[in-house]
């Protein structure tokens, strides 16, 4: 086998399709494992059906750990579906597979990512764009910060997996990391390979346009920055700014879909809900709006990559006063992805618009 892919967002799936194109992977000869919960898993499989290029997809949830003639097979199996076994699985999976030349993981922060690439013989290790979060990882190790300050419970839960489970998740001593981030700093045994999203860029010229403004939505309520109540008077200042039959809410997939007649109320917008991820649904599926923007989400800087001049984006900046009411752990991501969003696109600052 040339290749395996350990992902878990559809994001990360679109850059394993540019990278088997960059790195000249057969995905015919590549095996995808997908670790993704319920909320991200419908959407991957979709993408995967959609594509049919791999030899084999597998999520790893559903990789049994007991021969099947087991007669108490079907308890276990439901009790091995859990996440504390997947390093397990994944130590298996290593084993059978032998040598490859590349891996690539999506999400260098998981223990899973570090512990398969510690398992498994392979020539090379590639990290796929996570988002801002790639940016935050590879400035992490550029300063030899390679141990992250975890809280005390998830501290015991790790000491637990690797004592009883054989986890393996030190951080890994070389990397490459394939991203769209051309100012991305590497650590000194890292490298970077730019990718340009070529193979997306290719279905761009056959979709149709339409004269809308989509509003990209986010899970920024699940997440834990901002209330409900906050969220939609946010969404009502940015109404202001725009005529209200022109902008479409595109629901993320983490939100909550009660939540989307409130923001259709109180806005005026229509709502839509995609299947796949908006920078594939715009480049390969269509129709592609005159302007795209949010609040801020990662998807905005990709599509700013991918379109060009083809598209409009920008974002909406969270008010300070509002900013400064998240914990400080909260407030500092916020202000390093707008600090690195205005290096890419206009940052439209709402409190301006209000005075």
């Given at each position: 086998m040339q290749a395996v892919f350990l992902i878990k967002s559809p994001l990360q799936y679109l850059n394993a399709l540019e990278a088997c194109s960059f790195f000249s992977v057969q995905p015919e000869e590549s095996l995808l494992l997908i670790i993704a919960d319920r909320k991200s898993s419908p959407q991957l499989l979709r993408l995967a059906r959609h594509n049919h290029v791999w030899q084999g997809v597998k999520l790893l949830a559903e990789v049994p750990l007991l021969p099947m003639q087991d007669p108490l097979y079907s308890v276990r199996r439901s009790l091995l579906r859990n996440s504390a076994f997947f390093s397990l699985k994944l130590s298996r999976i290593a084993s059978r597979l032998g040598k490859v030349d590349y891996l690539f993981i999506g999400?260098?922060?998981?223990?899973l990512s570090r512990h398969f690439a510690h398992q498994l013989d392979c020539n090379t290790t590639i990290v796929l764009d996570d988002g801002t979060a790639t940016l935050v990882r590879a400035t992490e190790r550029a300063a030899g910060r390679l141990h992250r300050r975890l809280k005390l419970v998830k501290r015991l839960r790790l000491g637990l997996k690797r004592k009883v489970l054989g986890l393996h998740d030190k951080e890994i001593p070389a990397l490459t990391f394939f991203t769209l981030y051309q100012n991305l700093q590497a650590g000194p045994n890292d490298l970077v390979a730019i990718n340009d999203f070529s193979c997306l860029r290719q279905g761009m010229l056959s979709v149709a346009r339409e004269k809308k403004i989509y509003f990209l939505g986010g899970p920024l309520i699940e997440a834990g920055f901002l209330s409900e109540a906050v969220y939609l008077e946010l969404l009502q200042q940015v109404a202001a700014y725009y005529h209200p039959e022109r902008v479409v809410y595109v629901a993320h997939r983490r939100e909550d879909p009660q939540r989307l007649e409130k923001i259709s109320g109180l806005t005026g917008w229509s709502t839509q809900v995609f299947d796949y991820p908006i920078e594939y649904q715009l480049a390969q599926i269509g129709p592609l709006p005159?302007?795209?923007?949010s609040f801020f989400s990662s998807a905005l800087e990709t599509c700013q990559q991918i379109f060009g001049d083809s598209l409009r984006v920008c974002a909406f900046r969270i008010p300070q006063k509002i900013l400064t009411a998240m914990p400080p752990e909260k407030q500092q991501v916020i202000q390093?992805?707008?600090?690195?969003?205005?290096?890419?696109?206009?940052?439209?600052?709402?409190?301006?618009?209000?005075s």
């Open positions: 999400d260098l922060a998981n223990p005159e302007q795209l923007t390093r992805i707008y600090a690195h969003m205005e290096t890419m696109m206009p940052v439209i600052d709402l409190a301006e618009q209000q």
